[in-house]
Nanobody
Framework: QVQLVESGGGLVQAGESLRLSCVAS????????MAWYRQAPGKQRELVAD???????NYADSVKGRFTISRDNAKNTVYLQMNSLKPEDTAVYYC???????????????WGQGTQVTVSS
């Protein structure tokens, strides 16, 4: 069984920073891509940043220059450094991993439970 656990969310003021972490654990053979998504109240879940196995990161236009995604493959962990936070960044942030649980098995998508980020003005 595979689990993704996010941490690092909280309440901050506009202009401040937060660092989110997501650790994948369990029966994992290999991880391909890891990513961060977010969902604000009344809105659809949207991609914030992703980090494919090839290492070419991608960012939503709204966070470019402010957020940085990074990975520690030895720890099966992905991070999201969020600087210059704005009230519109308020959302539940979810981690996603695409991975194999066995050598020649299919790629499977897993989600974390989410962590709340609230930015006050």
């Amino acid at each position: 069984q595979v689990q993704l656990v996010e941490s690092g969310g909280g309440l901050v003021q506009a202009g401040e920073s937060l660092r989110l972490s997501c650790v994948a654990s369990g029966s994992i053979f290999s991880i391909s891509a890891m990513a961060w998504y977010r969902q604000a109240p009344g809105k659809q879940r949207e991609l914030v940043a992703d980090y494919p196995s090839g290492g070419s990161t991608n960012y939503a236009d709204s966070v470019k220059g402010r957020f940085t995604i990074s990975r520690d493959n030895a720890k099966n962990t992905v991070y999201l450094q969020m600087n210059s936070l704005k009230p519109e960044d308020t959302a539940v942030y979810y981690c996603k991993a695409i991975l194999r649980i066995e050598t020649r098995g299919p790629m499977i998508q897993y989600w974390g439970q989410g962590t709340q980020v609230t930015v006050s003005s």
